[in-house]
């Protein structure tokens, strides 16, 4: 079945860019997401993707697709405290499901 | 303001009682979903409806139940079969009308302690 897959953690000096990453199993995804979550909140969209494009820049957010290693990273730059929170990639299916990776947690260093 | 109310946002209960999680959106949204959070989880799909008066078990389904009678609706019991309801849970809608992607609207959440 379809997987999606985060590393857990990531820890990052104020100022310097984040890397999230994720991998995802189904091919047929026809767009792919970035969600941002603050703690004890909802899940807020961050971006989007879609599956014919290897790149998509939105201020300071970039993601980047390699559909060929069905892999997704979201860079941050000039990340801040208040991008601390967890992220979590999801890819859609063929029935209007997402289906959610585990979320990476992303601490931002003073 | 357009978005997705889930009330209320802690509920505390005896192991054992029923409870209801309501979850109400004014987006226009066909499809609504309900989605469990564990502490360092991801999130697990319950039950999801795309169209009123009908819905389909997720992949947790055990222990739950829904019911959507209006667009807008889409209630949530964690009944006494559920053997872990201790969590936090998220609701969410799309609009599956349209060509676009199907980004979904989540509410803020209900944290449910059952002891």
């Known amino acids: 079945g379809e997987d999606v897959e985060q590393s857990l953690f990531l820890s990052v000096r104020e100022g310097d860019s984040s890397v999230i990453n994720c991998t995802y199993t189904d091919s047929s995804s026809t767009y792919l997401y970035w969600y941002k979550q603050e703690p004890g909140a909802g899940l807020q969209l961050l971006t989007y993707?879609?599956?014919?494009?290897d790149m998509k820049q939105d201020q300071r957010l970039t993601v980047l697709l390699n559909k060929k290693d069905k892999h997704l990273s979201l860079r941050i730059a000039d990340t801040q405290t208040g991008d601390s929170a967890i992220y979590f990639c999801a890819e859609e299916d063929s029935s209007y499901k997402l289906i959610f990776g585990s979320g990476t947690r992303l601490l931002v260093r003073p | 303001d357009g978005g997705i109310t889930q009330s209320p946002k802690y509920l505390f209960r005896k192991e054992g009682q029923n409870v209801t999680l309501s979850c109400e959106q004014n987006l226009n949204h066909d499809a609504m979903y309900w989605y469990r959070q564990d502490p360092g989880q991801g999130l697990r799909l319950i039950y999801y409806s795309q169209i009123v008066n009908d819905f389909q078990k997720g992949d947790i389904a055990e222990g739950y139940s829904v019911s959507r009678e209006k667009k807008e609706s889409f209630p949530l019991t964690v009944t006494s079969a559920q053997k872990n309801p201790t969590a936090f849970y998220l609701c969410?809608?799309?609009?599956?009308?349209?060509?676009?992607?199907?980004?979904?609207?989540f509410g803020p959440g209900t944290r449910l302690t059952v002891t």
């Open positions: 969410a809608s799309t609009d599956t009308t349209g060509v676009k992607n199907y980004e979904q609207y």
């Open positions: 993707i879609f599956s014919n494009m």
